[in-house]
């Protein structure tokens, strides 16, 4: 498992920004030449081979440029170039289109995914070719399920990706070395002038080495050395209680153990919201005000509002401590989730919580949600702390009944923030409930990740009648066991209910059981259930 180590330097004079801003350009101008060359699908199957396609095209390398900056080039580009093909069978959820789409005929997903583990045969059926594999399938079955892939691929996949920001490079340990003079560390940089290097005073000490990135601040004229290394892994696996965590936006995550961490993240969403909408506001109308100026032939007062009122750098760096500050309140979240070592983490995906909502309030609030810092936290501590983290379907998690005797779903289980079951009366937190489903659905047999939420209901609906009409007789060994593993008590926590929901127990089931949507965070939970 890698991080990346950032250390910064000191302000650069002018003399060195722009030898360093030569090297960068350089290196950009090296790595679009090789996009150029991969954005055909024909030469996608370098992309399984970084090293051969480096020496085929070393008859294209500058003479100007040192050689090893160059190979780092090549690398990144095919490293670009491979993150833009997994991106854009993620965008499309491809795999699970396969997942479902074949899920009676296992020559045909074997196939599929097959295709989908090579760059060169994704290339290939980009082309309408069907390659033969080592297993048996019929040509027809072949090139059915290369004209569904090629049609799903074509969308997802736009214009080929170039460089268009130039203000990084990547140096082997070649292209750089370290040093440490009177109680500070240095680190010399290549330029593009033979045998000179240039000396970076770095703002602290720190182990740099092997491959590395230079990233260039254009505002603060600096440079940011990233450096990846290895994190250190337990040998033993963890073995604490297993968990279930929700995400939310008034508490980073939910806990199917009935806890909650990071309670203060709501209200430093909401507060920069609003702060992004008030100085929104007020930009907006010193605009006017300064094109209005323009318009009457008074263009200094224009330039002026522009020049001290409009500007980007404050802005930035205000956006940029609120993004630290949300990101701080999820790592210490996610670290408190995990502090007992738990051997599962069920959580759901995060990836397609995004978008308007209905709420403009709630979309500004999500905007800010730091959904990729979530899930980077959970991967990282994770995997430092040897648990499993096992991403589930999460289709109706807040509407499903946690008591494994009942499982009721219905939109009007959850009401805002609580969750009172119609059926059995189980009363409790609507996120810790979604929790508790979220653990539940490890392992289970019926309901994977990429099964489509229809069925997912028919699932549900299907096990609640069978346990209704056989008066739990059949299910009784799985509910004792479930209810001992997570701590269910099926009366609840004893939270009182919302005025309206006080309904007898035992209720029969209301109408309109297949409806979606329902509750909780407004519209948000909403779409993650649909």
């Known amino acids: 498992m890698k991080r990346t180590a950032k250390y910064a330097t000191q302000p650069l004079n002018q003399g060195k920004w722009r030898e360093l801003l030569a090297l960068v350009h350089a290196f950009a101008d090296m790595k679009d030449t090789f996009l150029r060359i991969l954005g055909r699908t024909s030469a996608w199957r370098h992309l399984d081979k970084p090293k051969a396609f480096r020496n085929k095209v070393k008859k294209l390398y500058r003479s100007d440029i040192p050689v090893h900056l160059q190979d780092q080039a090549v690398f990144d580009a095919v490293e670009t170039m491979r993150r833009f093909i997994e991106a854009g069978i993620a965008s499309v959820h491809l795999r699970a289109k396969v997942f479902v789409r074949y899920q009676d005929s296992d020559k045909k997903r074997h196939y599929a995914f097959w295709l989908l583990r090579s760059y060169e045969h994704i290339g290939a059926l980009l082309r309408g070719e069907a390659p033969i594999p080592k297993f048996e399938i019929p040509v027809l079955e072949r090139k059915e399920v290369v004209r569904f892939l090629r049609r799903s691929l074509r969308k997802a996949l736009g214009t080929p990706p170039r460089v268009h920001l130039r203000r990084s490079a990547a140096l082997d340990d070649t292209l750089y070395r370290i040093f440490e003079k009177n109680g500070r560390q240095y680190v010399a940089v290549a330029s593009l002038t033979p045998g000179k290097r240039l ?103 224009a330039s002026r509002i522009r020049r001290n009122n409009l500007g980007r750098k404050k802005l930035r760096v205000k956006r940029e401590r609120g993004e630290a500050a949300v990101k701080t309140v999820v790592g210490q979240a996610v670290r408190a989730a995990l502090r007992d070592g738990p051997a599962v983490v069920a959580v759901e995906d995060l990836s397609h919580l995004r978008g308007r909502t209905k709420s403009r309030k709630l979309s500004r609030i999500v905007s800010r949600w730091a959904r990729s810092a979530l899930r980077e936290r959970l991967d990282f501590r994770t995997q430092a702390g040897c648990s499993c983290l096992k991403t589930v379907n999460a289709a109706y998690t807040s509407q499903t009944c946690p008591n494994p005797a009942c499982g009721f779903v219905h939109r009007d289980n959850r009401h805002g923030d609580r969750f009172h079951c119609l059926e059995c009366g189980w009363d409790g937190d609507a996120d810790v409930a979604a929790g508790m489903n979220l653990l539940a659905r490890v392992g289970d047999p019926e309901i994977h990740l990429w099964t489509p939420v229809d069925r997912v209901k028919a699932i549900l609906t299907e096990r609640f009648q069978r346990r209704k009409e056989t008066g739990n007789r059949d299910d009784a060994a799985a509910v004792s066991s479930a209810a001992a593993v997570q701590g269910v008590v099926d009366e609840g926590n004893g939270t009182p209910l919302p005025a309206g929901l006080q309904k007898s127990r035992g209720n029969p089931v209301p109408q309109g059981l297949h409806d979606h949507g329902g509750g909780g965070e407004e519209t948000l939970w909403a779409e993650r259930e649909q």
Request: hydrophobic share 35%; aromatic share 4%.
């Open 199 to 301: 000396i970076l005073p770095l703002q602290g000490k720190g182990r740099i080495s092997g491959n590395v990135r230079v990233v260039l601040d254009f505002d603060r004229k600096t440079v940011a050395i990233h450096m990846p290394y290895e994190v250190r892994v337990p040998a033993v696996p963890a073995d604490g209680p297993n968990i279930g965590l929700d995400a939310g936006v008034t508490e980073v995550l939910a806990s199917s153990s009935n806890e909650k961490y990071g309670l203060g993240y709501g209200k430093l969403l909401e507060t920069l919201s609003e702060e992004t909408t008030d100085t929104g506001k007020a930009r907006n109308k010193l605009f006017q005000i300064a094109t209005k100026a323009e318009m009457r032939g008074d263009g200094a007062k």
